[in-house]
């Protein structure tokens, strides 16, 4: 209708409290030509793009009227803030969180407003919401991030990297501290990785075992399409808080783009992504064995190689 390019909402991030029983789902409104791009400052939505959440205690079968928090996470001098599609964070002492981003005004390396990492929290189960802390790296850019926290108690960030990256994915590791935690934390260096690249795609990071859980070693896995373009989706697992990412399975080998993990009840993985050109999106449930692929033996001993690389033997060697 006249008027209205522009209008809509996008980029849903969803949250689980397991405190409360509640989920939450967080989105950006825009309201005209208030989107990622032509969003100014202030608060109001007629000038910016609009912050806003809305919640189920039954499971999803009915959810609140919109909650708009922009007036009270946004500084008006920002042209944008909104969060990273995909998953939320519920964190151990509580606290839920959305990963989030952040269009500041400060100009990049190449002339582009920058955006950045930032979150949302809330320390009272969703009853009032806060703005976290900006990544203080400017190059590469980070946006539509996804979050997850570690046994040692930081947080990954894992960015899509749309401007300066040379199609490497960003990772970046947020202690927390202070009186604030998610303010008065500190953020570790910002670093990408060759070995997972970055179509400028979103990509979904979560932890997958726990020590807290009784499970000897923690694992992260995180999935993005990553054989060229947006292609292959890929799942992979980190045993050192996302330094690296030793073992990786291709879980489809045609058009694939944005995803969300989740852990299911039985410790397998759910796994849900756009496909073959954003016909279809669709949900897998992928089994820790077909992961760690047992067909894949160099040395011949009976253990996988993915096996091996997890629990410190050499994969390439049979008497070890």
Known sequence: EPGSIGNGVGDPCILYDPV???????????????????????????????YVLTKSSDG??????????????????????FQGPGHGLAMRDGTIVFPSQVRDGTTANDGTNQ????????????????????????????????VCELDDGRLLFSCRTPVGSNG?????????GGAEPMQDGS???????????????????IQWKSTFDGHPKEWILFANPATGGR???????????GSTW?????????????SSLCILPDGSIGLLYEKDDY??????????????DPDADSDGDGMSDSWEILWGTNPGVADD
Request: aromatic letters at 12%.
């Open 279 to 292: 016909n279809s999106i669709n949900f897998v449930r992928v089994e820790e064995a077909w992961l760690l």
């Open 231 to 241: 292609n292959g989706m890929t799942l992979r697992v980190s045993l050192d808080g």
């Open 20 to 50: 409360s029983n509640t989920l939450w789902v967080a989105a950006l409104w825009s309201f005209g030509d208030n989107g990622y791009h032509g969003s100014g400052p202030g608060t109001n939505y007629t000038d910016t793009g609009q």
């Open 168 to 176: 490497e994915r960003a990772w970046v590791h947020y202690t927390p």
């Open 60 to 81: 999803g079968d009915t959810w609140s009227a919109p909650i708009n928090i922009t007036a009270d996470i946004k500084d008006p001098e920002w042209n944008l803030l």
């Open 246 to 258: 030793p073992i990786s399975r291709l879980v489809y080998a045609g058009p694939s783009a944005y």
């Open 187 to 205: 953020w570790g260096n910002l670093y990408r990785l060759a070995e997972v690249p970055d179509p400028v795609c979103q990509g979904s990071v």
């Open 115 to 146: 955006v950045r990492a930032c979150s949302a929290y809330s320390t009272d189960h969703g009853a009032t919401w806060q703005f976290g802390s900006i990544v203080p790296t400017l190059d590469p850019q980070q946006n539509e991030n996804t």
